[in-house]
């Protein structure tokens, strides 16, 4: 149980692209989502809590006109990466928890590549 | 500023060996330290810990956590080459369930 599943797995596409990515929780629902961000070599980086029904919850120093959050189902949430550059380029992963008593799982992770 | 310290950064084992990594933790409104593996992709969940003393087993790991002192390990024994891999620790927020992670630590097991 508690899978997160997140797609694409992979994207590669020019600077001033706009990139949507999802983070499906596929046999729960989850009112809370999470969008973290990892450079080579470094640890996950939280960058925003997403809220089913409202607005997401940016970490600080996370912009959020450049990544935008949107949760409108209890099992679907998306960040969309907007004028992509390549200094956006990461690794971005999501995760979800049945409930609060349980841990976090993580989707699989969309790496991003922006030329 | 919440800070979750991982020691080693790295190591390198052989087959057989048994490693101990270190994650110290300094979280406000602290309520669980978690592990996790991360190879090529995410990370797949392995312990959750939110009472003190109590030994969490699965398998070859087990992990524990000191609330007093501030610091969790995770023992890895009989390693296999399928044990390299990162391994994170992260402390769990009260409230937000925001996870704090740190650095990790890069296991290498070498046949």
Not at chain 2, 18 to 38: D, G
Request: net charge neutral; aromatic share 10%.
């Amino acid at each position: 149980g508690a899978v997160v599943s997140q797609h694409p797995s992979r994207v590669i596409c020019k600077s001033g692209t706009s990139v949507k990515i999802e983070c499906r929780s596929l046999d729960f629902q989850a009112t809370t989502m999470f969008w973290y961000r990892q450079f080579p070599k470094q640890s996950l980086m939280l960058m925003a809590t997403s809220n089913e029904g409202s607005k997401a919850t940016y970490e600080q120093g996370v912009e959020k006109d450049k990544f935008l959050i949107n949760h409108a189902s209890l099992t679907l949430s998306t960040l969309t990466v907007t004028s992509a550059h390549p200094e956006d380029s990461s690794f971005y992963i999501c995760s979800a928890a049945p409930d609060t008593n349980q841990p976090q799982h993580f989707g699989d992770g969309t790496r991003l590549s922006i030329l | 500023e919440d800070k979750v310290v991982q020691s080693p950064l790295s190591l390198v084992v052989h087959e057989g060996d048994t490693v101990t990594l270190n994650c110290s933790y300094e979280v406000t409104n602290f309520r669980s330290l978690l592990w996790y593996k991360q190879e090529k992709k995410a990370p797949t969940f392995l312990f959750m810990l939110t009472s003190s003393g109590i030994e969490k087993k699965s398998g070859r790991l087990s992990s524990i956590l000191d609330k007093k002192e501030l610091f969790s390990i995770l023992n890895i024994t009989a390693t296999q080459t399928g044990d390299s891999a990162i391994y994170l620790c992260a402390g769990e927020i009260y409230n937000d369930y925001k996870l704090s992670f740190g650095a990790g630590t890069t296991v290498t097991v070498r046949a």
